[in-house]
C-alpha cells in the first residue's frame, strides 16, 4: 500500500523486484540523486559525534548490535534501513533518551555515554521526533519558544528566531495558531524549527519525510541543505532513500540492528545495498548463541 492505495499484489520475490514498489520505498525515479562529488568536501574535517561498539537493548531484545557510525563538522550523514532495522533506536541513543548496554558515545572528545538527555541537549544534540510530538494545544509561538536556548542573550535569541522565519517564513505567518490545527508538512516546519532554537551543533531528524506529500518534502529538504550551510552537523534518519541520499555526503545502511553499508552515496548507486535492506534479499546475519534480534521499539 502506498497513501492508501494499492500498488502490487503479489509473491515475496515479485513485490521485491516491482519497479513501483522500489520506487515507493527507495525513492528511484524521482528529481534527486545522490550527489556523490559532497562527500570529499567533509573527509578531513574534525568528528563532532563518534559512536564505538554501540549495542541497545529492550529487555531481552538486542535492537542494535556493536554500532560504529561517525559524524564530522558540518557534515550530513544519513541512516537508512527497512521499518525496525534500528534507525530510531540509534537517534535515542544518541539523544540519551535510551540508555547504551555496551559502547560508548563520545561529544568531540568528550565521552557523554552516560550522560543523561538534558545534559546532551545543553552540550548541542538535538533530535527531531518522528511524529513531531508538538504541544498541540500551545500556539506555534509557545512550542518555539519552550525550546529556545535558555542561555542565549536577548540579541541571540533574537537571532536565532529570525533564522527560523527566515526558513520557514509560514511560522511567523501563524505563529498564533494553535500547533494541533496545522498540516502534517507545517507541524514538521514547526519541529524543526524547535530543534534549531536549541542553537545546536548536532541536528538528529528521525524519519524526516514520513507522511508528507511529496511539494512538503522538497521544501524541507531545501531547509536541510540550508540548515548543513549554517555549520550544523546533520544525522538524517531516513526510509526515502534516494530523497535522503540527495543532500548526504555519507551514508550508513542498518539492517538488523548491524550496519550492513558504511560509506559515499555513489556507492549505492546499483542500489545492491538497499535493496537487501529493505527487500530481504540477502540472507539474515548469524546471531550469537542466546541473542534475540529486531527493531527498536516504536519501528516494528
Known sequence: LDWGRQI???????????????????????????????????????????????????????????????????????????????????????????????????????????????RRARKGIALCHEGRRLFSELKVRENLELAAYSGASTTHRRELFERVHDLFPLLRERENAYAGELSGGQQQMVAIARA??????????????????????????????????????????EQSAYRALSVADRVYVIERG???????????????ALRDAYFGTREDPPSPPGATTGGGSGEA
Do not use: H, M
Open 196 to 237: 534549531l532554537l536549541s542553537d545546536p551543533r548536532i541536528v538528529i531528524f528521525d524519519e524526516l519525510s514520513l507522511g508528507l506529500a511529496p511539494q512538503i518534502v522538497d521544501e524541507i529538504y531545501r531547509a536541510v541543505d540550508q540548515i548543513r550551510a549554517w555549520g550544523v552537523s546533520i544525522v538524517l534518519i
Open 8 to 118: 502490487a499484489e503479489g509473491t515475496a520475490r515479485e513485490i521485491a523486484e516491482n519497479p513501483e514498489v522500489v520506487r515507493v520505498y527507495l525513492g528511484t525515479g524521482g528529481a534527486a540523486t545522490p550527489r556523490a562529488a559532497r562527500a570529499t568536501a567533509t573527509e578531513d574535517r574534525p568528528s563532532v559525534l563518534r559512536i564505538e561498539g554501540l549495542s541497545v537493548d529492550y529487555g531481552k531484545l538486542r535492537a542494535l548490535r556493536s554500532i560504529d557510525f561517525e559524524l564530522r563538522e558540518g557534515e550530513i550523514v544519513a541512516v537508512l534501513g527497512a521499518n525496525g532495522a534500528g534507525k530510531s533506536s540509534l537517534a535515542r541513543a544518541i539523544a540519551g533518551l535510551i540508555p547504551c548496554a555496551e559502547g560508548r558515545i563520545l561529544l568531540g572528545s568528550e565521552d557523554v555515554t552516560r550522560q543523561l538527555a538534558p
Open 258 to 272: 548491524r550496519v550492513s553499508f558504511n560509506g559515499v552515496s555513489r556507492d549505492l548507486e546499483q542500489e545492491k
